[in-house]
């Protein structure tokens, strides 16, 4: 059984920088197909930031230049260094492969405030 256990969130006023951590647990087909997703009340989870299974990096456009994914596949661990941020990426963040393939974690939140 795999378990995603993401960390790092927190209040952050407008222009700063947070990075997240998603350690994962048990078997995980592949960590190099990981990928960020954040989510608001009453909206559908988004894939903000992702690998694609060749290794390729992805980025929603709203993100684009501001977030980097990275992994350490020894530790299985994903990180999103998030920066430039803005109000509205407040958000649950939550890491998953991109297709949801694995059980939800708690996800860690991120509000962007002043």
């Known amino acids: 059984q795999v378990q995603l256990v993401e960390s790092g969130g927190g209040l952050v006023q407008p222009g700063g920088s947070l990075r997240l951590s998603c350690a994962a647990s048990?078997?995980?087909?592949?960590?190099?197909?990981m990928g960020w997703f954040r989510q608001t009340p009453g909206k559908q989870r988004e894939l903000v930031a992702g690998?694609?299974?060749?290794?390729?990096?992805n980025y929603a456009d709203s993100v684009k230049g501001r977030f980097t994914i990275s992994r350490d596949n020894a530790k299985k661990t994903v990180y999103l260094q998030m920066t430039s941020l803005k109000p509205e990426d407040t958000a649950v963040y939550y890491c998953?492969?991109?297709?949801?393939?694995?059980?939800w974690g708690q996800g860690t939140q991120v509000t962007v405030s002043s």
């Open positions: 690998f694609t299974s060749g290794g390729i990096t």
């Open positions: 998953n492969s991109p297709h949801g393939l694995y059980p």
């Open positions: 048990g078997t995980i087909f592949r960590i190099n197909a």
